[in-house]
């Protein structure tokens, strides 16, 4: 699989043609996208001239960006001017935003040519992407087992060497947990680091956009392309992007990597074993492993699922078929409202959107909105009292190896334990980051997570990259 | 205009306003929308006024700016604060939820002074969003149910308010038309917004409820459609009445919102409690905790222009006028109370200027184009009685025709010459001898009889006669 820097570097020198590589790409989904399932919208035909304009301008001498030529695939929950963004969810079916989502700006400006648009869990809503309304994605590495979600196509996509890179968005996990079971580098930058500006809400302050690549370098290149400052988004942190290629080889001599003692039980024994190798390759470089505790980590999980639904209760109440999207016309206004979304939200994020109004509800409130928010506190404060004596955590992304189809669909509760290590830093507004490490069960791939503080992408980074060498 | 009488067998009244007034920025609240009143439909949209997916708000710096300027000229405290989501479902609330504030408002804890010093505390002055507005066509009631088809036009989604919540501290239907005349005089001096009831960009919503002295406050209604000044009384009058007679025949006052009918001049049941929306409020996730600046709030301060109770008062005793009688009113409301000044300055008289510029000048705006001297001189050919004030009112007229010039050559253009008192002595001689039955009941003491003298001196002089004068001369040679 051709490496990111590798297509920007080879096409902005002219040694590679643009349009060669996003035909290799193309051919590629030619030959497996009918299985894998991991786009709801491939676009060629742009991609193709795109690529041509890229060629053209290294012709003739013009500079080119960053990411000159590389074919990445963009989540369905992404604005992209002109171009249908579903969130795989009906009710959106047909929509074409009239606007680019910042970091579709930024990868256009920074030469990328958009492939597609990958499939995920409706509105971001999933572990596996089977809460899709256009269909689950298979995981590449086999097609028995779930992709992970909700940004299953996106992580499919790179594993199946579809795009060179892809973008998710992660609001409890839905990049480092589908990362960990397709193979593939998956970050969740700080919050604020990357613009939400034109990603579909589903949970404002939980959500973050982040890359999927092959390697840790490739991530590193890419989040320096997609991050900074954004005015058109209040919360964006008001610093330049980050410098990460940078620090790749620093290594990890004299870092102090925590390791959590009170981890919540319930992984399989294969993944706890990687992550064991993964403090002893990190120990052999050089750093110490420190043990912490995360007491309130037990409580993330019940927090998240209060405050999230409780977002998207608000965040999705816009989809009344009042002035785009879907509607099902009936006799009266709140007939309406109630045709159009009966018919148009599934299962899961109608389960969700009764869960968060409820939590909000008169009377409630206290009892379950308000003490979620000291749960996140809470965690927070065990975050920052455990950063006083390491620079990075190292926790399993994932419980367990990609799970068959239809393994965990009946049961709620077992698809939101997919995400028990991932939840806490979207609680606490920090950057992770999984790195595959090995595989486990039925040889499908483990991947491990970074964890740093607030801001802390080079520590998170140097680490991945250490375990990336030590692989 | 008249005042319903007091309440009956001593019921109070108790009165709290909510005003929203739509502020006077280029843009949008939370977009570079334009904030323009009157465009084509759906002209001034973009995809956060449309509350587009992936769409997010960003904070107008000038909406904050005019919110400060609101909050300290209503001494309120302008303080940290936080936004809010107010959540529920209608077609012309794009995002489903209104951005505003709850518990953290930026301006708090203020007052505003009515006539007589009448201290009505204000509670806040908080930021938020406008919502689109819907017309609804076919059916009877002129609402979204029963009829047939509805448009809305988002133009007005996302335009910067402040809702100015009163305490209630207002007690007749006279200071509440007071309170909102004043807070829009307020609003138009700091110039925060155009504040026309009639366009929509300042509304009333009012809290009615009555008690008895002595007793805790009634269940309150809150009257919505209050759109003038007028209808702000005459919907407090019904109200309080309706209220007072429901009890006094056994019922009980439900909360609940009401909606008042102009046409009609009555307020009917639009919404129960018991019916009302749960909000679901929450702290917006999308914005950040604003923290103004406390010398920005400062500069803000130092910025606001002198408040119009403050010029009323120093108009009023410039020119020796009451401070809350309507001269002072009139004139500082049009902002001519800097022209009275300048007329005052080139020697003008003091009560005179004030009352021609509230009298005449009513379509000149705050810099009349009459030359301040020249009016000056008016007033000073009328004090000593070189024109009658009858001439004075016709030169006058000449004198902001022509935009100003000198107003002597105008009376004598005009035929005004003056007449000397020996003159006129000669005239009141002669009226004395030719009304003898007149001048004996003046003598007596029947003023009544004055007339036909002073009239008698008016008629020989041709018009030419000062009044005051020839009453003066008249009452001289009764005392001698």
């Known amino acids: 699989m051709q490496k990111l820097v590798e297509i920007a570097s080879g096409v902005s020198n002219g040694s590679l043609s643009a349009s060669a590589v996003v035909e290799q790409h193309l051919a590629r989904i030619d030959v497996r996208e009918s299985e894998i399932h991991a786009f709801n919208l491939v676009t060629a035909d742009q991609a193709r001239l795109d690529a041509a304009k890229v060629d053209a301008d290294v012709k003739s001498g013009k500079k080119v960006g960053a990411l000159a030529g590389v074919p990445i695939a963009v989540k369905d929950n992404m604005c992209t001017r002109g171009v249908e963004t579903t969130c795989s969810s009906k009710i959106l079916q047909g929509w074409k935003p009239p606007y680019d989502a910042t970091v579709v700006t930024k990868l256009r400006a920074a030469g990328a040519i958009i492939i597609g648009k990958t499939n995920l869990d409706e509105f971001a809503m999933g572990s596996s992407t089977e809460n899709s309304a256009f269909g689950p994605t298979k995981n590449p590495h086999d097609i028995s087992r779930v992709p992970g979600g909700s940004s299953g196509g996106s992580a499919a996509a790179v594993a199946a060497g579809f795009a060179a890179a892809s973008l998710g968005s992660d609001t409890g996990g839905s990049i480092r947990q589908p990362a960990a079971l397709c193979g593939v580098v998956g970050v969740k930058p700080t919050y604020g680091v990357v613009s939400r500006y034109g990603l579909v809400a589903f949970a404002s302050s939980l959500d973050q956009i982040g890359p999927f690549t092959c390697d840790v370098r490739d991530a590193a290149t890419l989040l320096e392309v997609i991050s900074g400052h954004d005015p058109l988004d209040s919360t964006s942190i008001p610093q330049p992007a980050p410098s990460l290629v940078?620090?790749?080889?620093?290594?990890?001599?004299?870092?102090?990597?925590?390791?959590?003692?009170?981890?919540?039980?319930?992984?399989?024994?294969?993944?706890?074993?990687?992550?064991?190798?993964?403090?002893?390759?990190?120990?052999?470089?050089?750093?110490?492993?420190?043990?912490?505790?995360?007491?309130?980590?037990?409580?993330?999980?019940?927090?998240?699922?209060?405050?999230?639904?409780?977002?998207?209760?608000?965040?999705?109440?816009?989809?009344?078929?009042?002035?785009?999207?879907?509607?099902?016309?009936?006799?009266?206004?709140?007939?309406?409202?109630?045709?159009?979304?009966?018919?148009?939200?599934?299962?899961?994020?109608?389960?969700?959107?009764?869960?968060?109004?409820?939590?909000?509800?008169?009377?409630?409130?206290?009892?379950?909105?308000?003490?979620?928010?000291?749960?996140?506190?809470?965690?927070?404060?065990?975050?920052?009292?455990?950063?006083?004596?390491?620079?990075?955590?190292?926790?399993?992304?994932?419980?367990?190896?990609?799970?068959?189809?239809?393994?965990?669909?009946?049961?709620?509760?077992?698809?939101?334990?997919?995400?028990?290590?991932?939840?806490?830093?979207?609680?606490?507004?920090?950057?992770?980051?999984?790195?595959?490490?090995?595989?486990?069960?039925?040889?499908?791939?483990?991947?491990?997570?970074?964890?740093?503080?607030?801001?802390?992408?080079?520590?998170?980074?140097?680490?991945?990259?250490?375990?990336?060498?030590?692989s | 205009m008249s005042d319903v009488a007091a309440l009956p067998n001593g019921w109070q009244l108790i009165v709290g306003l909510e005003v929203h007034v739509e502020l006077a920025t280029k843009t949008k609240m939370f977009s570079a929308s334009a904030n323009r009143f009157g465009d084509e439909p759906n002209t001034n949209i973009d995809p956060v006024t449309l509350g587009l997916p992936g769409a997010l708000p960003v904070l107008n710096q000038h909406a904050i700016e005019l919110a400060m300027r609101i909050g300290l000229a209503l001494n309120c405290k302008v303080q940290p604060c936080t936004f809010h989501r107010k959540n529920y479902f209608y077609p012309d609330l794009p995002k489903a939820y209104q951005i505003t504030q709850y518990d953290n408002p930026l301006n708090v804890d203020g007052h505003l002074m009515l006539p007589g010093e009448v201290r009505i505390g204000i509670e806040r002055a908080h930021l938020e969003e406008d919502t689109g507005k819907s017309t609804h066509f076919g059916g009877s009631s002129g609402r979204i149910h029963g009829s047939d088809y509805s448009l809305i036009d988002f133009n007005r989604a996302g335009v910067p308010l402040v809702e100015i919540v009163s305490r209630p501290d207002i007690r007749t239907s006279e200071q509440a038309r007071q309170y909102v005349a004043e807070l829009r005089s307020i609003l138009l001096a700091v110039g925060a917004s155009d504040a026309k009831m009639e366009e929509g960009s300042m509304r009333c919503d009012v809290n009615v409820s009555v008690h008895k002295p002595g007793t805790p406050f009634g269940t309150r209604c809150e009257i919505k459609n209050v759109n003038s000044i007028r209808s702000v009384g005459r919907a407090i009058d019904y109200e309080s009445r309706r209220q007072v007679d429901l009890i006094e025949s056994g019922g009980t006052i439900r909360q609940e919102t009401r909606h008042w009918d102009d046409s009609t001049g009555r307020t009917e049941t639009l919404r129960t409690k018991e019916d009302a929306d749960d909000y679901r409020y929450f702290l917006e996730p999308d914005l950040v905790p604003l923290i103004p600046d406390p010398e920005w709030i400062e500069a803000v301060r130092a910025a606001l222009p002198i408040l119009p109770a403050a010029r009323r008062l120093a108009l009023a005793e410039l020119c020796g006028v009451d401070k809350d009688g309507e001269s002072a009113l009139v004139v500082v409301e049009r902002g001519q109370d800097d022209y009275v000044g300048a007329v005052i300055s080139a020697g003008g008289d003091p009560r005179r200027a004030v009352i021609y510029v509230q009298q005449a000048f009513a379509e000149q705006g705050a810099t009349p184009k009459v030359p301040a001297k020249d009016l000056a001189a008016l007033t000073i050919l009328e004090r000593d009685a070189k024109v009658t004030s009858t001439q004075a009112k016709t030169l006058l007229t000449d004198l902001i025709e022509a935009g100003g010039g000198d107003v002597l050559a105008m009376a004598a253009k005009r035929g005004f010459e003056t007449l000397d008192t020996s003159a006129v002595e000669e005239m009141v001689d002669a009226a004395i001898a030719a009304e003898p039955g007149a001048w004996q009941k003046y003598c007596n003491g029947e003023d009544k009889a004055l007339g036909a003298l002073v009239g008698a001196v008016m008629k020989s002089s041709k018009g030419k006669a000062d009044g005051k004068v020839i009453t003066a001369l008249l009452q001289s040679k009764k005392n001698s």
């Open chain 1, 246 to 470: 940078s620090v790749l080889e620093h290594g990890v001599a004299g870092m102090r990597i925590g390791r959590v003692t009170d981890l919540p039980e319930g992984c399989e024994a294969d993944v706890l074993e990687r992550l064991e190798s993964a403090f002893d390759a990190l120990r052999s470089a050089g750093a110490t492993i420190v043990d912490i505790k995360l007491p309130s980590i037990q409580y993330c999980l019940t927090a998240y699922y209060l405050i999230a639904p409780a977002e998207a209760s608000s965040n999705l109440a816009r989809y009344d078929g009042v002035r785009y999207g879907n509607r099902v016309d009936a006799a009266d206004l709140n007939s309406m409202y109630a045709a159009t979304r009966e018919a148009g939200f599934g299962e899961e994020v109608k389960r969700r959107i009764m869960l968060g109004t409820y939590a909000l509800s008169a009377g409630y409130y206290d009892a379950y909105y308000g003490k979620a928010l000291k749960v996140r506190r809470l965690i927070s404060d065990d975050f920052a009292r455990a950063y006083q004596s390491v620079d990075t955590i190292l926790t399993p992304t994932s419980p367990s190896v990609a799970f068959e189809f239809g393994s965990k669909t009946d049961n709620p509760l077992a698809m939101y334990l997919c995400d028990v290590f991932t939840i806490p830093t979207n609680l606490a507004g920090h950057p992770a980051m999984s790195v595959p490490f090995g595989t486990g069960a039925h040889s499908m791939p483990v991947g491990v997570q970074v964890l740093a503080p607030t801001l802390g992408e080079q520590a998170m980074f140097k680490v991945a990259a250490e375990l990336e060498r030590a």
